[in-house]
């Protein structure tokens, strides 16, 4: 629940819901500032047709109601101007139990406790379409919460996972302090037999180019890895994931209409080869309108022909992964995101 992500939703929500009230769940693991210090600052909150339904664990140094504490706590003087009394939305509390499971419209929940100074909670649902844990701030090395770890993760959809460390810090000089790293990540997803990695709580000290790095290194071992950024959404649709990556992170792109070749599994599994459109393309992935509806999570492969020169072949040839799909800008197309499985490279001319 870090600052950002709360504003994020915020805005998602506000698009979604009009003019009816949010009732939302929302699940705690622990009460370390960074994730707690977006609460005061969520607007939902303080709208009084909203309710919200709280779920942590009883801290043993706030005892009794404790994140109803933490707000309280939050917004006294002199850290906040308006005390808790302003939050006009129904807000409902409920501490749990490490192991403790149960079910919200659908969905089960299920807890477990991982190894974090003070504490800290692991949470999978499993829907109708899918799973997904969240197991974040978690050291390995306990043997109870290595275990407890695993049974949570055992098949999930996704696992989002502490990767806040490189291993060499993580085995030196961030030992104790409660992460963890993408190692550590992609040995729990293969044990798991997890079918989507989500790199996450990189260290606020991680340059974009650091955490890249981590994403690349993981891909060699475990290709379906991916790092969260903010405003990255990930959809459980029966069928495979879909992630929508947010523009910002993608600033860098090159708008263009570039003729490719794009061969791939269509959803019934039948193969395809089409002559198709790429719009754009940076270099970790590339935007395409096709013809033919790809697989979410199968193998694309995109031949950029070099126009005009019959000798040079083709420009490029890259193999991708299908990350996103939704309605083309033309009738009858499909918009589909993808993600380059290797470096871009050119191929040399021929002689
Ligand atoms: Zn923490
Ligand atoms: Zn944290």
């Known amino acids: 629940m870090l600052g950002n992500q709360l504003q994020q939703l915020n805005n998602r929500w506000t698009k979604w819901r009009g003019d009816g009230g949010i009732e939302a769940h929302i699940l705690v693991t622990h009460y370390h500032w960074d994730h707690i210090q977006g609460i005061p600052f969520f ?6 047709h909203n309710r919200f339904h709280f779920y942590s664990f009883q801290s043993k140094y706030l005892g009794r109601n404790s994140l109803r504490q933490v ?3 939050q917004m006294s003087r002199p850290y906040f101007p308006v005390d808790v009394s302003m939050m006009a939305a129904a807000r409902f509390f409920r501490e749990v139990e490490a192991g403790e499971k149960w079910e919200v419209e659908g969905t089960q929940i299920t807890t477990a406790w991982l190894n974090h100074p003070q504490g800290c909670l692991g949470y999978r649902l499993d829907t109708p379409v899918g799973s997904i844990v969240y ?5 390995p090395g306990d043997a109870q919460c290595d275990n407890n770890l695993r049974l949570l993760a055992q098949g999930a959809d996704v696992l989002v996972y502490d990767a806040q460390y490189s291993p060499e810090q993580l085995a030196s000089t961030r030992k104790g302090w409660g992460h963890s790293c993408w190692l550590e990540g992609v040995k729990i997803a293969r044990e798991c037999k997890v079918r989507n990695l989500i790199l996450f709580h990189h260290d606020p000290d991680s340059t974009s180019r650091a955490v890249d790095g981590f994403l690349s290194a993981a891909r060699q071992e475990f290709p379906a890895t991916w790092a969260a950024m903010e405003g990255m959404s990930v959809t459980l649709s029966g069928r495979g994931i879909d992630v929508s990556l947010p523009e910002s992170r993608l600033g860098q792109r090159r708008r263009l209409r570039f003729a490719a070749t794009v061969t791939g599994q269509a959803e019934d599994g039948t193969t395809f080869e089409e002559k198709a459109t790429l719009r754009d393309i940076s270099l970790q992935g590339a935007y395409l309108c096709l013809n033919n509806r790809p697989r979410l999570q ?3 492969r995109v031949v950029i022909e070099a126009a005009g020169d019959p000798n040079r072949g083709s420009l490029l040839s890259l193999r991708a992964t299908v990350i996103h799909c939704e309605p083309g800008r033309e009738k009858d197309q499909n918009g589909v995101g993808v993600f380059f499985i290797e470096d871009v490279e050119s191929e040399p001319p021929r002689d």
């Open 43 to 48: 607007h939902p909150f303080f709208e009084a």
């Open 71 to 73: 707000f309280e706590a």
């Open 135 to 139: 197991a974040t701030d978690n050291e």
């Open 298 to 300: 199968s193998e694309l």
